[in-house]
């Protein structure tokens, strides 16, 4: 996977939130994401899988993002100069507890195909998070809700890679958490520590 997004990071863009913005129904539910994530209030904010820092980039106060990839990071640098970026393989976070007041996490989710990772990864991002927020793909019938994808970049390199798509409803009750956005593009919820987990 790390291989995978070190060789699409210079296409990333292009082949995902750009390539969305060109269609008419992708560029309205797009802006929706964004319009979703410049209200949040400022908070101290962990991007988690921040990739090229599209997303990251619409987000205010004390940013950190982290990301397995150093060509992506690289990106992220450059497109959103105030925040810090860290090249970590996750989990674990490398930070403390309730270092973060939210935690964003954007088409990562969706690549976990193990359930206990995914808790994991959930548990993971609330020890370092009050509130973590996921962002992913849309269901779309007739497509499989989950499958090894055969994806092919512009190098000519083949990569299988696991996708898993949501409807916001099922996505928030596999989280426990409430649907903030459901178009037909994306989907995103809202999680929050569990109150055993909640720290003075």
């Known amino acids: ?40 209030p400022p908070a101290r904010l ?3 899988g921040c990739g090229t820092g599209w997303l990251t980039s619409r987000l205010a106060g004390t940013i950190v993002g982290v990301d397995q990839s150093e060509a992506m990071l690289q990106l992220a640098r450059r497109r ?5 970026f860290v090249r970590a393989d996750i989990p674990p976070l490398p930070f403390p507890d309730d270092t973060f007041d939210r935690a964003l996490a954007s088409h990562v989710y969706g690549h ?13 991002a609330l020890r370092v998070a009050r509130t973590l927020i996921l962002v992913e793909q849309a269901w779309r019938p007739p497509s499989p809700r989950e499958s090894l994808e055969r994806r092919t970049l ?14 916001a409803a099922e996505l928030a009750a596999e989280v426990a958490g409430e649907v ?21």
């Not at 959103?80 to 810090?84: G, H, M, Q, T, Y």
């Not at 990772?117 to 959930?122: E, G, H, I, N, P």
């Not at 903030?180 to 720290?199: K, S």
């Open 1 to 40: 996977m790390k291989q995978y997004y070190d060789r699409r990071a210079l296409e990333y863009d292009a082949t995902s939130w750009e390539l969305t913005e060109a269609e008419a129904a992708g560029s309205r539910d797009l802006a929706a994401l964004e319009r979703l994530l410049r209200e949040l």
């Open 46 to 48: 962990l991007d988690i």
């Open 80 to 84: 959103v100069p105030d925040a810090l």
């Open 112 to 124: 976990i195909d193990a359930p206990e990772d995914r808790a994991l990864f959930v548990a993971e």
């Open 154 to 167: 512009r190098d000519g390199s083949e990569h299988l890679v696991f996708k898993r798509y949501f409807e």
């Open 180 to 200: 903030l956005l459901a178009t037909d593009t994306f989907v995103a919820v809202a999680t929050t520590q569990p109150r055993e987990m909640e720290r003075p």
